[in-house]
C-alpha cells in the first residue's frame, strides 16, 4: 500500500474514468444552453452563516455535516455542503435579476458534506445544479424540472421515475406540522434519536427518515396534500398539468419533504429505480423565503441539485455510452537523431493544426515504438527513419487497417486533415 491515500469518503477521477465525467458534464451544459441557463461559478468555501441561516440549524447538513473551519483571523467559513444558498447570496450581492438576463443559472462543482461513506455517497462530490430565481409561476417549476427530464433522458437513462410533491407555504405547515406531531408522539420510543429531536424541530423530516423502523411508522402518516391551502393546491395543480402537456411522467409522492429547510410548495426527486439505498438521482424543489433569509428581498426560487458520481453508477448499470476514450489521431515512430528532430518539429505543426499527437520521448526500437502506437490506440503511425528524411518521405501507415503508403513530408498534414 502507498504511504498516502485519498481522505475517506473522497476519490480520484482516474485518466480511465475522467471520459465519462467530461462526457455527462458536456452533455449537462449543452441541455443548460437549451433551456438558456447561464453558468454561475462561486467559492468552494463561504462564510459557515450562509448555510446555517438558509439550509436550517436542524438539518442534517448543518447540525452534522458542515467541514466548517476558522481561517488565520478566526472568522468562520464552511466548505459548501450544497449549491443554492452560495448562488442565492451570489444573486443578492451582484443584484442580478430578470433584467439582466441573469436570473436562470446553472453550476457544476465540488461540495462537502461529512456523512458516512457509502456507494453513491461521498464527503466530497460533485454537483450539477440550476436556479431559477425570480418567479412565482409553475410554469417555471415545470419548466426546471424538465430540464432535469430533459438531461437524465438525454444521456439515455429509462431506469428513473419523477416523483413530486407540494409541501405548501408557511400558512399550511403550522397545521400539519401539529398533526405529525400528535401522530407519531405515540412511537416516540420506537423512532431513532434523530427523529426523535426532528419532532420538536421539523416534524416533516421524519417522513424521509431512511432508517427502517421510522420509516414503517411513517408509512400511515398524514399526507401534506390533505393540508394544502387553496393557493398551494391550485400552484400544484398547475405544475402537474404543465408536467403532463410536456408529456413528463411523474408520481405524486407526499413522503417527499427534501432535508432542507428552505423549500417551499414544488419538492421534487428523480429516483434511479435500480440503484439501491443511495438512489436519489436528482433532488429540487421551490425556495420562496431564502433570499429573505439571506438578507436580500422577497425573491421566489426554484432549482435541484444532482450528484454525478450517482449519475454516471446509473449509466454504467444501464450499459449507456459516454462517447469514446481519448486517444490521440497520430503517433510518430521516429528512428535515428536527426529524424527524431526532424519528428519534433512535425508534432508540432502537426498539433497546431489541431491533430492530436503522441511520441515516445525515450530513443527505443522501432519494434518498441510501434507497441506504444498501438497500444495508445492511436488512429495513424507516422514513421520517420534517416532514410525517409533523406528522401522528404514519411510512412503513414493506417493502424486499425495495418495498410500503410509513403507520403512527401510536406503533404502528410492535409493528408491526415483529409482522413
Ligand atoms: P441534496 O443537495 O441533498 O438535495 O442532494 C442532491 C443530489 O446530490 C442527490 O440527489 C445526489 O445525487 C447528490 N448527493 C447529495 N449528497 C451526496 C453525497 N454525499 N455523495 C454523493 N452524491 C450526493
Known amino acids: 500500500m502507498s504511504t498516502y491515500q485519498v481522505p475517506r469518503g473522497t476519490f480520484d477521477i482516474l485518466p480511465d474514468e475522467s471520459y465519462k465525467w467530461q462526457f455527462v458534464i458536456k452533455v449537462f451544459r449543452e441541455i443548460a444552453r437549451e433551456f438558456n441557463y447561464k453558468e454561475i461559478v462561486t467559492p468552494i468555501f463561504e462564510k459557515s452563516e450562509i448555510f446555517e441561516r438558509s439550509v436550517g440549524e436542524s438539518s442534517d447538513i448543518v447540525e ?27 444573486f443578492i450581492e451582484n443584484g442580478l435579476s430578470l433584467k439582466t438576463n441573469s436570473s436562470k443559472l446553472y453550476y457544476l462543482g465540488p461540495m462537502f458534506r461529512y456523512d458516512r461513506p457509502q456507494k453513491g455517497r461521498y464527503r466530497q462530490f460533485y454537483q450539477y445544479g440550476i436556479e ?40 399550511c405547515t403550522t397545521d400539519y406540522d401539529d398533526a405529525l406531531k400528535e401522530y407519531f408522539n405515540p412511537s416516540l420510543v420506537e423512532l431513532c434519536s434523530d427523529c426523535r429531536n426532528r419532532l420538536l424541530k421539523n416534524p416533516k423530516r421524519l417522513l424521509d427518515c431512511k432508517v427502517k423502523s421510522c420509516k414503517a411508522i411513517a408509512q400511515e402518516a398524514p399526507s401534506m396534500l390533505d393540508y394544502l391551502d387553496e393557493d398551494c393546491t391550485a400552484n400544484f395543480d398547475k405544475v402537474k398539468e404543465y408536467l403532463t402537456a410536456m408529456e413528463i411522467p411523474f ?53 435541484f441539485a444532482g450528484g454525478f458520481e450517482r449519475l454516471i453508477l446509473s449509466m454504467e448499470e444501464e450499459k449507456l455510452s459516454f462517447g469514446l476514450q481519448q486517444v490521440p489521431k497520430v503517433y510518430l515512430v521516429a528512428l535515428g537523431t536527426e529524424a527524431r528532430i526532424a519528428g519534433l518539429k512535425l508534432i508540432m505543426e502537426m498539433r497546431r493544426m489541431g491533430i492530436s499527437t503522441e511520441y515516445d520521448p525515450d530513443k527505443t526500437s522501432m519494434n518498441a515504438q510501434m507497441k ?30 495495418g495498410e500503410q503508403k509513403i507520403i512527401k513530408i510536406p503533404d502528410i498534414i492535409k493528408s491526415i486533415k483529409d482522413k
Open 64 to 90: 452534522k455535516e458542515m467541514y466548517k473551519f476558522e481561517d488565520k483571523k478566526g472568522r468562520v467559513f464552511a466548505l459548501r455542503p450544497e449549491g443554492t444558498a452560495p448562488v442565492v447570496r451570489s
Open 251 to 303: 408520481i405524486v409522492n407526499p413522503k417527499i419533504v427534501r432535508g432542507l429547510d428552505y423549500y417551499s410548495q414544488t419538492a421534487f426527486e428523480f429516483i434511479d429505480t435500480n440503484l439501491g439505498a443511495q438512489n436519489t438521482l436528482v433532488g429540487g424543489g421551490r425556495y420562496d423565503t431564502l433570499a429573505e433569509q439571506l438578507g436580500g428581498k422577497n425573491m421566489p426560487g426554484i432549482g
Open 372 to 401: 506504444m502506437a498501438n497500444r495508445t490506440g492511436a488512429e495513424f503511425a507516422l514513421i520517420l527513419g534517416e532514410d525517409e528524411l533523406k528522401n522528404n518521405n514519411i510512412i503513414l501507415k493506417d493502424l486499425t487497417k
Open 132 to 171: 431559477n430565481i425570480g418567479s412565482t409561476n409553475p410554469f417555471v417549476d415545470a419548466e426546471v424540472i424538465a430540464l432535469a427530464y430533459r438531461f437524465l433522458t438525454k444521456l439515455g437513462l429509462k431506469n428513473f421515475a419523477l416523483q413530486i410533491n407540494s409541501i405548501g407555504c408557511k400558512n
